[in-house]
């Protein structure tokens, strides 16, 4: 009897606090994106958005492939909070791949080696961020600026 008393005054002392603890934590999970925004290398200028544009923004794909399967990013339209750009183009990389292509218009493809970073945390569990974008296996552009310029 008395061995139970201590292995439940063991169990009660661990895991009672180790709950409290993470009550008032809050964990935001955002999923691995990046936030591009596709200029010319000449000029400056912005490609998708305003009145040099030469793409099309409903005509994108963003996509990883393995073995035969294809997996196709969602992507959304941001506003840009720099007044030199209009927008930015939000991706969502879930599942997280290690390449993932940006297909701007038929034969413009473009590919992204992504580094990322994965967390334990014992209140919110596994988090992983995206901390570096190689563009087309010669430019490295860090995740952690905001936004991920890509010169064109």
Do not use: W
Request: hydrophobic share 40%; aromatic share 12%; charged share 20%.
């Amino acid at each position: 009897m008395r061995i139970i008393l201590c292995f439940l005054l063991v169990i009660i002392t661990t895991i009672i606090p180790s709950c409290l603890f993470c009550e008032n934590i809050a964990c935001d999970q955002i999923p691995p994106d990046g936030h591009f925004i596709i200029v010319s290398a000449t000029t400056g200028q912005d490609l998708v958005f305003g009145q040099n544009s030469i793409y099309d923004k409903n005509k994108f794909k963003f996509y990883s492939l393995s073995a035969t399967d294809t997996t196709f990013f969602e992507y959304q339209i941001e506003e840009a909070v720099d007044s030199f750009f209009e927008s930015s183009l939000d991706v969502l990389f879930v599942p997280l791949p290690k390449v993932a292509y940006m297909e701007l218009s038929d034969g413009d493809i473009d590919t992204l080696d992504i580094s990322s970073r994965t967390s334990e945390n014992r209140c919110c569990g596994t988090s992983t961020v995206i901390t570096n974008f190689r563009y087309n296996n010669s430019v490295d552009i860090p995740a952690d600026t905001g936004y991920q310029v890509i010169m064109k």
